[in-house]
């Protein structure tokens, strides 16, 4: 779980890259969010199964993070 966790959030990060330089869009792709919450999920579970609890909350967090993100992005109109 824990290559296919970070697999996801390299992928992620990969798409808004491409965003930014190719199409010279700055806006957060929806794609961002939701590869880099899906990939913390799964850190999350990896480390609880692993028993590094810290390791854990800290991917709680950030899957935290990236719904507050995700409901701004969905919820702010341009």
Same mark, same amino acid.
């Given at each position: 779980?824990?290559?296919?966790?970070?697999?996801?959030?390299?992928?992620?990060?990969?798409?808004?890259?491409?965003?930014?330089?190719?199409?010279? &869009?700055?806006?957060?792709?929806?794609?961002?969010?939701?590869?880099?919450?899906?990939?913390?999920?799964?850190?999350?579970? &990896?480390?609880?199964?692993?028993?590094?609890?810290?390791?854990?909350?800290?991917?709680?967090?950030?899957?935290?993070?990236?719904?507050?993100?995700?409901?701004?992005?969905? /919820? /702010?109109?341009?």
């Amino acid at each position: 779980m824990l290559y296919f966790g970070f697999l996801f959030i390299f992928a992620g990060w990969i798409v808004q890259i491409y965003q930014v330089i190719s199409r010279k &869009d700055k806006s957060v792709n929806l794609l961002l969010p939701i590869f880099y919450g899906a990939g913390s999920l799964l850190l999350f579970a &990896d480390s609880f199964i692993g028993g590094n609890a810290i390791a854990g909350l800290l991917n709680a967090l950030c899957v935290i993070l990236v719904m507050i993100l995700f409901a701004v992005v969905f /919820t /702010t109109k341009k």
